[in-house]
T-cell receptor, first 117, second 115 residues
Framework: GAVVSQHPSWVICKSGTSVKIECRSL??????MFWYRQFPKQSLMLMAT?????????EQGVEKDKFLINHASLTLSTLTVTSAHPEDSSFYIC?????????????FGPGTRLTVL | AQKITQTQPGMFVQEKEAVTLDCTYD???????LFWYKQPSSGEMIFLIY??????QNATEGRYSLNFQKARKSANLVISASQLGDSAMYFC????????????FGAGTRLTVKP
């Protein structure tokens, strides 16, 4: 089946630094990828929809200047948390749909656990 | 607006018994898809089962079946013959439309299988 990878799987950084998270579709092309954030014991909340070759679409309340999304190719989307603060500590999950192969399954990456000190 | 509701924060089931996890949804779009995912403590989201709004029959995948009641807007997940490894968070999700639309999640239900 389709596989989505994320790197890194976990990261600890100091407050004020920036962190980049990569999301790759390994065996299919993903024109659209989705970024979710999950706080402990809560559900996944959609942050933004990442479209290859164009600007991402952000959900209401998500700061686009803080969470920079780049979808440079059909297999790679990146999320950069700029000037991270402790409240940004969360589990970030990306997902993609193999639109060209049809089907409705949305594949999720394994997630990246971010801890900001 | 679309909405997914899971009203059971936690559920317990005895090993080898069946359990039903509730999910209701709300959308005005006639075309939508309903999904169930399992999230163990490792955090990965594991796809379990899918039901399309136009599907006539309830979806089944091994020990998982989806009790789709369209008029009631419910899509409950039934897990038969529960195993200890089924203990995890379970999320119901909905995607509206057929394009690359996003998926919205319910609050989740934590299932604990007791030996």
């Amino acid at each position: 089946g389709a596989v989505v990878s994320q790197h890194p799987s976990w990261v600890i950084c100091k407050s004020g630094t920036s962190v980049k998270i990569e999301c790759r579709s390994l065996d299919f092309q993903a024109t659209t990828m989705f970024w979710y954030r999950q706080f402990p014991k809560q559900s996944l909340m959609l942050m933004a929809t990442s479209n290859e070759g164009s600007k991402a679409t952000y959900e209401q309340g998500v700061e686009k200047d803080k969470f920079l999304i780049n979808h440079a190719s059909l297999t790679l989307s990146t999320l950069t948390v700029t000037s991270a603060h402790p409240e940004d500590s969360s589990f970030y999950i990306c997902s993609a749909r193999d639109f060209y192969r049809g089907g409705d399954t949305q594949y999720f990456g394994p997630g990246t656990r971010l801890t900001v000190l | 607006a679309q909405k997914i509701t899971q009203t059971q924060p936690g559920m317990f089931v005895q090993e080898k018994e069946a359990v039903t996890l509730d999910c209701t949804y709300d959308t005005s779009d006639p075309s939508y898809g309903l999904f169930w995912y399992k999230q163990p403590s490792s955090g990965e989201m594991i796809f379990l089962i899918y039901q399309g709004s136009y599907d006539q029959q309830n979806a089944t995948e091994g020990r998982y079946s989806l009790n789709f009641q369209k008029a009631r807007k419910s899509a409950n997940l039934v897990i038969s013959a529960s195993q200890l490894g089924d203990s995890a968070m379970y999320f119901c999700a909905m995607r509206v439309g057929n394009n690359n639309n996003d998926m919205r999640f319910g609050a989740g239900t934590r299932l604990t299988v007791k030996p």
